[in-house]
């Protein structure tokens, strides 16, 4: 077995393989650049190398110096965790050069699976189906336009190298082409170092499910179940869960042969996924086509542990050690179900805008990798709830590497516990200092078409098309959030006639409140035995000092956690996938509350504004120029993906104030319109 690891990568990934490594007695190496200098995966290696400048480029996808720090180091072996190198097989054949192990396949089945328009030609020779399409590289523009023709409409464009929903757009019409062909290229060569781009056509109704694969070096290759993947933003994943609710028994077995045939065609061993597109139009569960292989471990790993019991860091570091497979297919199993959602820096109120900044406050609901380096790995987590970070309090989410903040997985007996578990640990999590995501995924475990299990990934585009606004509110939760905006409002009033010593009697927490939540308002009166809403009784048990920025309570039975921040009319209380801007005014008053003069907000509407900070790739108009509608004005790059930023309304180009490759700040404005 090894003796160290050096890990070339960075974050929870870097994390989480310390935290396998330690548990088999295997010393770490942690590499890292000027941003990650204090991060906690640093902090939790046996040792830390620098290797460069913040971006990526100058330093995590920089070969020569990974390997340069595992001989420093003396490390033996490398594990390259997923994104970065961990995919290029010219890092793999260097390591081998140098008498470094790779954690992870064999090169030539990188070189095979890792050519998204090579492994397409070879999953055809194996008999594999795959989706319909052109076999080949698009030379440009007009050449992807006659190519999606003749394919038929809608298409998907793909960077062949890319992954992780980089380098892709959906094209419906030529004009789509036209607009985000070079845009694909250019994502493809600035994430993957390639700019060449297949076309393929796109399956209706679809549902992104993949299987997970494991091989040792002794011919042993099996499946471990698959993964649903279709809940997709700008085809990115947001929720995986295992197993899917819409395979069954025999799906699965001829999926799952079907994906190790294609990995022994490679020679395949290490971790790998085979990802699959299925037609959920087909009752029969039988049309489903070969997209990809995926030579690395995935994002979405956690929850084929939690549903197997196997750990496939540990598993994919002793099959690279030379151990075989000590599981056979039929001791594979599946206990229980397991839900992941990616806790993204990103702002689903502001159109999912990326969201850069330090995390003023970070309270996972449970200890992540990074607060808890001594407790013994386990795949299902406390009670059923895992969370996979790699930041902390006070650190910073940077606009060189991916949003995601953490990875929430939690696992049930059921689907719906496993929903329900996540629910209740997304309203555990407190995060200030910048935009996530929290709300959002709260609201699709909610979501009535989420728990049918009735799932595409056109999921989100066809459930939220006007944008997000919050979860929905019952006029039950509304009922109980007043009696706990009650209690807070009577326990603050309380503790502000104390501290100025105004009370000449026994206090008595006693108070009767106006509190309006959205376009409802509920009278809530407390005294020191009862607490009533609109004149019911409410059974309401919590714990609540003034400072609190959660609060746990449990009104009528019911478990409730309630982020809070004080405003100037009351309390902003967030809770269920959604933010309740709550007025609180002593009953005594409230009648005033309809005198209050709203204030109009400024029409911004004729400045293009950069809505993160980012590149300003491209600017497709100057001054004088007349712009419609929908009209494509300028592109902004933040983390690694492209924005198209467009016209609101029809107008013309009054003023230009940046230029194409200037670094621009949020706000910042671009040019006006009159």
Same mark, same amino acid.
């Given at each position: 077995?090894?003796?160290?690891?050096?890990?070339?990568?960075?974050?929870?990934?870097?994390?989480?393989?310390?935290?396998?490594?330690?548990?088999?007695?295997?010393?770490?190496?942690?590499?890292?650049?000027?941003?990650?200098? !204090?991060?906690?995966?640093?902090?939790?290696?046996?040792?830390?190398?620098?290797?460069?400048?913040?971006?990526?480029? @100058?330093?995590?996808?920089?070969?020569?110096?990974?390997?340069?720090?595992?001989? @420093?180091?003396?490390?033996?072996?490398?594990?390259?965790?997923?994104?970065?190198?961990?995919?290029?097989?010219?890092?793999?054949?260097?390591?081998?050069?140098?008498?470094?192990?790779?954690?992870?396949?064999?090169?030539?089945?990188?070189?095979?699976?890792?050519?998204?328009?090579?492994?397409?030609?070879?999953?055809?020779?194996?008999?594999?189906?795959?989706?319909?399409?052109?076999?080949?590289?698009? #030379?440009?523009?007009?050449?992807?336009?006659?190519?999606?023709?003749?394919?038929?409409?809608?298409?998907?464009?793909?960077?062949?190298?890319?992954?992780?929903?980089?380098?892709?757009?959906?094209?419906?019409?030529?004009?789509?082409?036209?607009?985000?062909?070079?845009?694909?290229?250019?994502?493809?060569?600035?994430?993957?170092?390639?700019? !060449?781009?297949?076309?393929?056509?796109?399956?209706?109704?679809?549902?992104?499910?993949?299987? @997970?694969?494991?091989?040792?070096?002794?011919?042993?290759?099996?499946?471990?179940?698959?993964?649903?993947?279709?809940?997709?933003?700008?085809?990115?994943?947001?929720?995986?869960?295992?197993?899917?609710?819409?395979?069954?028994?025999?799906?699965?077995?001829?999926?799952?042969?079907?994906?190790?045939?294609?990995?022994?065609?490679?020679?395949?061993?290490?971790?790998?996924?085979?990802?699959?597109?299925?037609?959920?139009?087909?009752?029969?569960?039988?049309?489903?086509?070969?997209?990809?292989?995926?030579?690395?471990?995935?994002?979405?790993?956690?929850?084929? *542990?939690?549903?197997?019991?196997?750990?496939?860091?540990?598993?994919?570091? !002793?099959?690279?050690?030379? *151990?075989?497979?000590?599981?056979?297919?039929?001791?594979?199993?599946?206990?229980?179900?397991?839900? *992941?959602?990616?806790?993204?820096?990103?702002?689903?109120?502001?159109?999912?805008?990326?969201?850069?900044?330090?995390?003023?406050?970070?309270?996972?609901?449970?200890?992540?990798?990074?607060? #808890?380096?001594?407790?013994?790995?386990?795949?299902?987590?406390?009670?059923?709830?895992?969370?996979?970070?790699?930041?902390?309090?006070?650190?910073?989410?940077?606009?060189?590497?991916?949003?995601?903040?953490?990875?929430?997985?939690?696992?049930?007996?059921?689907?719906?516990?496993?929903?329900?578990?996540?629910?209740?640990?997304?309203?555990?999590?407190?995060?200030?200092?910048?935009?996530?995501?929290?709300?959002?995924?709260?609201?699709?475990?909610?979501?009535?078409?989420?728990?049918?299990?009735?799932?595409?990934?056109?999921?989100?585009?066809?459930?939220?098309?006007?944008?997000?606004?919050?979860?929905?509110?019952?006029?039950?939760?509304?009922?109980?959030?007043?009696?706990?905006?009650?209690?807070?409002?009577?326990? !603050?009033?309380?503790?502000?006639?104390?501290?100025?010593?105004?009370?000449?009697?026994?206090?008595?927490?006693?108070?009767?409140?106006?509190?309006?939540?959205?376009?409802?308002?509920?009278?809530?009166?407390?005294?020191?035995?009862?607490?009533?809403? #609109?004149?019911?009784?409410?059974?309401?048990?919590? /714990?609540?000092?003034?400072?609190?920025?959660?609060?746990?309570?449990?009104? #009528?039975?019911?478990?409730?956690?309630?982020?809070?921040?004080?405003?100037?009319?009351?309390?902003?209380?967030?809770?269920?996938?959604?933010?309740?801007?709550? /007025?609180?005014?002593?009953?005594?008053?409230?009648?005033?509350?309809?005198?209050?003069?709203?204030?109009?907000?400024?029409?911004?509407?004729?400045?293009?504004?950069?809505?993160?900070?980012?590149?300003?790739?491209?600017?497709?108009?100057?001054?004088?120029?007349?712009?419609?509608?929908?009209?494509?004005?300028?592109?902004?790059?933040?983390?690694?993906?492209?924005?198209?930023?467009?016209?609101?309304?029809?107008?013309?180009?009054?003023?230009?104030?940046?230029?194409?490759?200037?670094?621009?700040?949020?706000?910042?404005?671009?040019? *006006?319109?009159?």
């Amino acid at each position: 077995m090894f003796k160290k690891i050096l890990i070339a990568n960075r974050g929870e990934i870097a994390c989480r393989v310390i935290k396998t490594a330690r548990r088999m007695g295997i010393a770490t190496v942690a590499v890292y650049s000027d941003a990650d200098a !204090r991060a906690p995966f640093v902090q939790m290696a046996d040792e830390a190398v620098h290797i460069g400048p913040s971006p990526a480029a @100058q330093s995590y996808l920089i070969a020569d110096k990974i390997i340069a720090a595992a001989k @420093q180091t003396g490390a033996d072996a490398v594990h390259p965790g997923y994104g970065f190198l961990s995919e290029r097989t010219s890092f793999a054949e260097a390591l081998a050069a140098d008498g470094i192990a790779f954690v992870g396949p064999p090169v030539n089945a990188i070189a095979a699976m890792g050519d998204k328009i090579e492994s397409k030609k070879l999953a055809l020779k194996a008999g594999v189906n795959v989706v319909p399409g052109f076999v080949g590289e698009i #030379d440009d523009t007009e050449h992807a336009v006659r190519i999606s023709a003749e394919i038929g409409y809608p298409v998907m464009m793909k960077a062949s190298a890319g992954g992780g929903g980089k380098g892709m757009r959906l094209a419906y019409s030529e004009q789509d082409v036209r607009e985000g062909f070079e845009a694909v290229k250019r994502e493809g060569l600035n994430s993957f170092g390639d700019d !060449r781009v297949f076309i393929e056509k796109f399956i209706l109704n679809p549902r992104h499910i993949e299987i @997970q694969i494991l091989g040792d070096q002794h011919g042993n290759i099996l499946y471990l179940n698959e993964r649903e993947c279709s809940i997709q933003r700008r085809h990115q994943k947001v929720v995986e869960e295992a197993p899917s609710p819409f395979v069954t028994p025999k799906m699965r077995q001829a999926m799952g042969e079907q994906c190790v045939a294609l990995a022994r065609a490679v020679g395949y061993y290490s971790a790998g996924t085979v990802e699959l597109i299925v037609s959920g139009a087909d009752p029969s569960g039988e049309s489903f086509y070969f997209l990809e292989m995926n030579t690395r471990l995935q994002v979405e790993h956690p929850v084929t *542990e939690a549903i197997t019991g196997i750990d496939l860091v540990e598993q994919m570091i !002793r099959v690279a050690a030379g *151990e075989k497979l000590e599981i056979t297919q039929a001791q594979v199993k599946i206990d229980g179900w397991a839900i *992941e959602n990616r806790v993204y820096a990103e702002d689903p109120y502001r159109g999912f805008l990326p969201s850069t900044g330090r995390l003023v406050r970070y309270r996972p609901p449970v200890p992540g990798w990074a607060d #808890d380096d001594t407790s013994v790995y386990t795949g299902r987590g406390v009670g059923g709830v895992r969370v996979d970070d790699g930041v902390m309090e006070g650190g910073e989410v940077s606009m060189f590497y991916d949003p995601m903040i953490a990875k929430l997985v939690t696992w049930g007996a059921t689907r719906d516990e496993a929903a329900d578990k996540q629910i209740a640990a997304l309203d555990g999590f407190e995060i200030d200092g910048l935009g996530h995501n929290i709300d959002f995924v709260s609201a699709i475990m909610q979501h009535p078409r989420f728990r049918s299990g009735e799932l595409t990934t056109g999921f989100i585009a066809e459930e939220y098309p006007d944008g997000f606004h919050g979860a929905a509110t019952s006029p039950e939760l509304a009922a109980k959030l007043a009696a706990v905006a009650g209690f807070i409002a009577t326990a !603050r009033d309380d503790r502000a006639r104390r501290v100025d010593d105004q009370l000449a009697h026994e206090l008595s927490p006693t108070g009767e409140w106006s509190v309006k939540i959205g376009d409802t308002r509920h009278e809530v009166a407390l005294d020191e035995d009862d607490i009533s809403v #609109d004149g019911a009784a409410v059974d309401l048990a919590m /714990e609540y000092t003034p400072g609190d920025r959660l609060v746990h309570a449990e009104v #009528d039975g019911e478990a409730l956690s309630v982020r809070i921040e004080p405003t100037r009319m009351g309390l902003k209380m967030t809770t269920r996938g959604h933010i309740h801007q709550v /007025e609180l005014l002593p009953s005594r008053v409230a009648a005033l509350a309809g005198h209050m003069i709203a204030k109009i907000p400024p029409d911004l509407s004729k400045f293009l504004i950069c809505p993160m900070p980012g590149l300003l790739v491209a600017l497709h108009v100057k001054v004088g120029d007349k712009v419609e509608a929908g009209q494509p004005l300028a592109v902004v790059e933040a983390m690694k993906m492209e924005n198209i930023l467009r016209a609101e309304k029809s107008a013309t180009v009054k003023t230009v104030n940046a230029a194409a490759g200037e670094s621009l700040a949020v706000d910042a404005v671009i040019l *006006e319109l009159e």
